[in-house]
T-cell receptor, first 114, second 114 residues
Framework: AQTVTQSQPEMSVQEAETVTLSCTYDTSESDYYLFWYKQPPSRQMILVIRQEAYKQQNATENRFSVNFQKAAKSFSLKISDSQLGDAAMYFCAYRSYNTDKLIFGTGTRLQVFP | EADIYQTPRYLVIGTGKKITLECSQTMGHDKMYWYQQDPGMELHLIHYSYGVNSTEKGDLSSESTVSRIRTEHFPLTLESARPSHTSQYLC?????????????FGPGTRLTVL
């Protein structure tokens, strides 16, 4: 069975600085997707970034980028130029290539200080 | 505007009551999901549906039941609520072949059973 581990329950960063959130996963599959979701307080969870395992190039979305290390089964999220609106719970998630079931980590609460 | 809605957002009820959590989406998505999220914990899939009259149990055992009579509507029912059902319930939807089956989440219902 696949598992997702987020070892940082809480992280903090100063506005305009860069922060990296860690995620490791365990799987015996070769084809899968990895995601980072953002859940602001009392607001809807939204997809931040997606990585397909067959792609070697790391995904980027504006200020958000990932460091995908397939052999090490590591999938970290880097947030550059942090903004107050980035404060939220961030969940790392795994999905097998041929299913729709998401497997989530326990989340990292990110605080952003002015 | 296409979206996914959940009502109520907050619910406090007594033990033994029957409750239904509503989830509706206006995006025409064929797939819908229910997740359970305890405070500070990861999301666990409890039910999913791939279309009208199709429902399946997820990875986490749940005493709740679901129905899918209309494409846009996926309600979750607890026949007799207990304190152990206290949690946040998140609904999501997706459509095959769009953005790698990306799941869109509702705002959640926070349920407290006294």
């Amino acid at each position: 069975a696949q598992t997702v581990t987020q070892s940082q329950p809480e992280m903090s960063v100063q506005e305009a600085e860069t922060v990296t959130l860690s995620c490791t996963y365990d799987t015996s599959e070769s084809d899968y997707y990895l995601f980072w979701y953002k859940q602001p307080p009392s607001r809807q969870m939204i997809l931040v970034i997606r990585q397909e395992a067959y792609k070697q190039q790391n995904a980027t979305e504006n200020r958000f980028s990932v460091n995908f290390q397939k052999a090490a089964k590591s999938f970290s999220l880097k947030i550059s130029d942090s903004q107050l609106g980035d404060a939220a719970m961030y969940f790392c998630a795994y999905r097998s290539y041929n299913t729709d079931k998401l497997i989530f980590g326990t989340g990292t609460r990110l605080q952003v200080f002015p | 505007e296409a979206d996914i809605y959940q009502t109520p957002r907050y619910l406090v009820i007594g033990t033994g009551k029957k409750i239904t959590l509503e989830c509706s989406q206006t995006m025409g998505h064929d797939k819908m999901y229910w997740y359970q999220q305890d405070p500070g914990m990861e999301l666990h899939l409890i039910h999913y549906s791939y279309g009208v009259n199709s429902t399946e149990k997820g990875d986490l055992s749940s005493e709740s039941t679901v129905s899918r009579i209309r494409t846009e509507h996926f309600p979750l029912t607890l026949e007799s609520a207990r304190p152990s059902h206290t949690s946040q319930y998140l609904c999501a939807s997706s459509v095959a072949g769009v953005n790698h089956n990306e799941q869109f989440f509702g705002p959640g219902t926070r349920l407290t059973v006294l």
